[in-house]
């Protein structure tokens, strides 16, 4: 790894540096992943994209100055609990140990 440079690099040669980063990662948009991509199409591409845009530059960590953020989390986090077959299940477990500790450290905060 280099230190910072003084002059600074084109936005060019960033995005090269970038795109010559992924050669070795798996071809997703070819259908090469099994259960790490999940691709809706182009469609589905184009609302992530724009919906990602918008919220780019905002910290999803500091969720009272960024209420939007602290509801879209909400929501993307109960939304598959509502799916899943009765609490307690072997398919429940994995998707409630990722889900339920953010809600009971918000809970004792």
């Known amino acids: 790894m280099t230190g910072l440079s003084k002059t600074g690099r084109s936005a060019d ?3 090269e540096a ?3 980063k992924r050669d070795r990662d798996v071809r997703w948009e ?3 992943t099994f ?3 999940y691709d809706g199409g182009p469609g589905v591409r184009e609302v992530a994209e724009r919906a990602a845009s918008l919220y780019l530059h905002e910290n999803a960590l500091n969720t009272k100055a960024f209420p939007s953020l602290r509801d879209i989390r ?3 986090l109960h939304w598959p609990m509502r799916l899943l077959p009765v609490a ?3 398919t ?3 998707l409630r140990t990722i889900c339920i ?3 009971q450290t918000r809970t004792q905060a």
Request: proline share 12%; hydrophobic share 40%; no cysteine.
């Open 18 to 20: 970038l795109v010559a």
């Open 30 to 32: 070819d259908g090469r």
């Open 92 to 94: 429940a477990r994995p």
């Open 74 to 76: 909400s929501m993307s």
């Open 88 to 90: 307690g299940s072997t």
């Open 35 to 37: 259960g790490m991509v």
């Open 13 to 15: 040669d960033v995005i």
């Open 101 to 103: 500790p953010p809600s």
